[in-house]
């Protein structure tokens, strides 16, 4: 019978530490550290957003030549930002900014108590005051400041400020703070209208327990798929937002892959972000076929097909053709490549095509099912047994 293992101190220097405590010791110095730069990063970033919110806000009512722009401010000032700044400051992030504003008057009082720390000194001005009935029903109904800049990121707050009821809002605030949600929880429970069922409901109590019991809970470390976040480092998306090792390593063989065929491939972008509407989406690899001349948007889903992987696809298709096409392209097509263990499923989606001369040429021209069936499979062994 083995002995019990003693219990060692951890701090350096006061006692001989076993292997085990070491381990743990580098566990928990790990994170805590990457937890306070979770917190600090989003902190920075709901407060930056904030107070570019209130000087775009100040500039539309009080500007000297805030006629000039009118409707096209936000437009413009994108245009001029990103000329100097390496952000993705479109028109629709800095109307969120704004919009934040708008709706948390009171995280001023956070502004403030953090620009010694979080922000440069002296860029603080007065903010444009909001009508006092707005603030009264915001401090009486929801999460004080604090909580709000504190417990939640922006990309929480994002989802918050879509929703027009005050009270409804403010109810969300709560139950993501105290249970802690991740983004995908907030948007699953708004989404099941879980503000609706719990006015329904007679124990909101036991409601409240099983939409705790089955959220995804925010994690401690730093959130680095969060596109906000990614952006506001300044990492490029392909390095930041990867769902696994195992894809990653499979995206980097396929592009390989892609590239020797020799069927003219051109590797255009890899995790290429577009916003459809209020949702941002990713591509994993973006190539553009210089015999076929059209784009090949590939999805890769190291997991089984579903019809939503498809829809989603589809999604992206009919996007590019809409907004990439130039004089002289082809219509786009799109790869989706899914793969579960010794199953590989390939499909093509050719949204909105009308000519099916187009269709056929495709089948010439791109590489056939079986050719990718037979890489992934190979490539999906060789990763996960090696």
Not at 121 to 147: C, H, M, T
Not at 175 to 187: F, P
Not at 318 to 324: F, L, N, V
Request: with cysteine.
């Amino acid at each position: 019978m083995s002995a019990t293992p003693r219990k060692t101190s951890t701090k350096p220097g006061t006692s001989t530490q076993d292997f085990t405590a070491l381990v743990d010791a580098v566990r928990l110095v790990h994170d805590q550290c990457a937890a306070a730069v979770n917190r600090t990063v989003n902190t920075t970033l709901t407060l930056r957003n904030w107070l570019i919110g209130s000087y775009i806000r100040d500039y539309e009512q009080h500007g000297a030549d805030r006629a000039k722009y009118g409707t096209r401010l936000l437009e413009k000032l994108s245009d001029s930002l990103q000329e100097c700044l390496d952000r993705c400051y479109t028109g629709r992030y800095l109307g969120l900014c704004r919009q934040l504003f708008d709706v948390y008057p009171s995280i001023r009082k956070s502004v403030i108590s953090e620009s010694d720390t979080a922000l440069l000194p002296g860029i603080l001005k007065p903010a444009v005051e909001q009508p006092d009935i707005r603030k009264s029903v915001i401090s009486e109904y929801g999460a004080d400041s604090a909580a709000l800049v504190h417990r939640l990121s922006f990309t929480h707050l994002v989802e918050l400020i879509a929703l027009e009821d005050p009270l409804k809002r403010a109810f969300y605030e709560i139950e993501c703070i105290r249970g802690n949600w991740s983004v995908r929880a907030l948007k699953r429970q708004i989404a099941t209208l879980y503000y609706e069922r719990s006015g329904l409901s007679t124990d909101k109590e036991k409601l409240s327990n099983m939409a705790d019991s089955i959220a995804e809970k925010a994690e401690p470390k730093l959130a680095i798929r969060d596109p906000y976040i990614f952006e506001f480092l300044g990492l490029k998306a392909s390095e930041a937002v990867s769902e696994s090792s195992l894809e990653d390593a499979l995206l980097d063989n396929l592009h390989g892959f892609l590239m020797e065929l020799g069927h003219g491939f051109c590797l255009e972008a890899r995790q290429k972000s577009i916003v459809i509407g209020k949702t941002r989406g990713f591509v994993d690899l973006v190539f553009y076929h210089r015999i076929l001349k059209c784009h090949v948007l590939v999805e890769l889903k190291v997991d089984k097909f579903t019809h939503e992987h498809l829809g989603q696809l589809n999604t992206y298709v009919t996007w590019y053709r809409k907004h990439m096409m130039t004089e002289g392209d082809n219509p786009p097509v799109g790869l989706l490549l899914c793969t579960q263990k010794d199953h590989t499923l390939v499909e093509y989606a050719t949204a909105n095509m009308d000519n099916r001369l187009f269709v056929s040429k495709y089948q010439l021209e791109l590489p056939r099912k079986e050719e990718l069936e037979q890489f992934l499979e190979a490539k999906l062994r060789e990763i996960t047994e090696g």
